[in-house]
């Protein structure tokens, strides 16, 4: 069960909230440095990333004694959408049919339209205040949104009502897949397709989706307004990795969060984590690419999970390739985040990363800016 203590609820709304979002984020304040590289790429909260030897997790079960730290994601049904559904839809269609867009931008407001009139899309929830630490929480405050914004938001493109003080950007949640097999730990990376615009053809560290709000949904736990980043973790897991379809609840005890990256060049923020493979779901990598391989994703490696290992996967995923290799940016940060939690420090991973030129010879751009 979700915690529900009051005492973590997020600070009440208000568009100066928003404000202060846009212009955080505007200022790229804090951007995550690897390797005295910009990653560009920052992580919330700030002070907690590169420092040792403590860095705290974020458990989003209460019953988790041994965790001080809980994750809420909480929905506030109340605050308004700046516009109604009738004007986004019709201020969309004339963005799908206007003969002076770029020809993308066309496209994507003409998919974006249809798949609201044909398919119902719900809306996932964009955040409306900088994720804070409350009382041994991290609260990420969010507000209903329409199908859509985001993915033109992170192409610059703003549905002219939208007040341009308001972030209509998605949270997503990002887990790394871990297990250990014959005393050494193991983690996933997957290359995704192209059909993925945003980083076309880049590899990735285990799955990654946004929180979707639909209570229909199976893959979503929304109690009192919270939704459960571990259900919909286990359900990109099984939408990407073709994993089992099971409860979120049995794997509390194996999934924890770091905290909340976010990609500046794309507007993408993503509360990212790691879920350690109980035993029993070790996955067998030859069968996740086979049949069920989704088709969002070109291919399944499996990496040990160690500095070493990992550097080189990063300069070299498919051998005898001679193409640059690319890589997700928010997944270089978790995978540092989760090597850290594997008990390597920090100096010994930059150490290690700098000694294959990771920063120099991987391509962590995105495909569209």
């Known amino acids: 069960m979700l915690p529900r203590r009051s005492s973590a609820r997020p600070v009440a709304y208000s568009l100066d909230a928003e404000r202060e979002v846009i212009s955080t984020l505007r200022a790229k304040v804090r951007t995550a440095s690897f390797l005295g590289t910009d990653t560009h790429c920052q992580f919330y909260p700030p002070e907690y990333w590169g420092q040792l030897p403590y860095r705290p997790t974020f458990n989003c079960d209460e019953d988790q004694a041994e965790h001080r730290h809980l994750v809420k994601t909480w929905v506030d049904r109340n605050i308004p959408l700046p516009l109604s559904q009738d004007l986004f839809l019709e201020q969309l269609k004339s963005l799908s049919e206007n003969p002076d867009n770029r020809s993308g931008i066309t496209e994507l407001a003409k998919n974006v339209y249809d798949d609201i009139i044909e398919h119902n899309m719900n809306g996932y929830p964009r955040y409306v205040g900088l994720p804070k630490v409350l009382d041994d929480h991290l609260v990420i405050p969010l507000a209903p949104s329409y199908y859509g914004i985001h993915q033109l938001a992170t192409r610059g493109i703003l549905v002219p009502s939208w007040p341009h003080d308001s972030v209509p950007y998605s949270l997503g949640v990002r887990v790394a897949v871990t297990y250990r097999r014959e005393g050494r730990w193991y983690t996933l990376f997957h290359q995704r397709s192209s059909d993925n615009g945003d980083y076309a053809l880049a590899w990735d560290i285990g799955a990654a989706g946004y929180l979707n709000p639909d209570e229909r949904s199976p893959n979503v736990s929304l109690t009192d307004g919270y939704l459960s980043p571990y259900a919909q973790a286990v359900h990109e897991c099984w939408e990407e990795l073709g994993f089992p379809r099971i409860g979120a609840a049995t794997n ?3 999934m924890e969060f770091f905290g909340v990256t976010r990609d500046t060049r794309l507007g ?10 109980p035993e029993g779901l070790i996955p067998n990598v030859g069968e996740l690419n086979g049949e069920r391989l989704s088709r969002k994703v070109v291919r399944i490696r499996e990496c040990e999970l160690t ?5 080189r996967f990063f300069v070299q995923p498919e051998p005898g390739s001679i193409s640059a290799p690319r890589v ?10 989760v090597l850290n939690s ?3 420090n920090w100096s010994d991973i930059e150490a290690t990363f700098a000694a294959q030129k990771v920063m ?3 391509d962590f751009r995105p495909s569209v800016t």
């Open 307 to 311: 500095p070493d290992a990992v550097a």
């Open 268 to 277: 993408t923020t993503t509360l990212c984590g790691e879920w350690r493979m």
């Open 252 to 254: 509390a005890e194996v």
């Open 328 to 337: 997700v940016a928010e997944a270089l940060l978790l995978t540092v985040l």
């Open 360 to 362: 120099h010879v991987v």
């Open 342 to 344: 594997h008990s390597f």
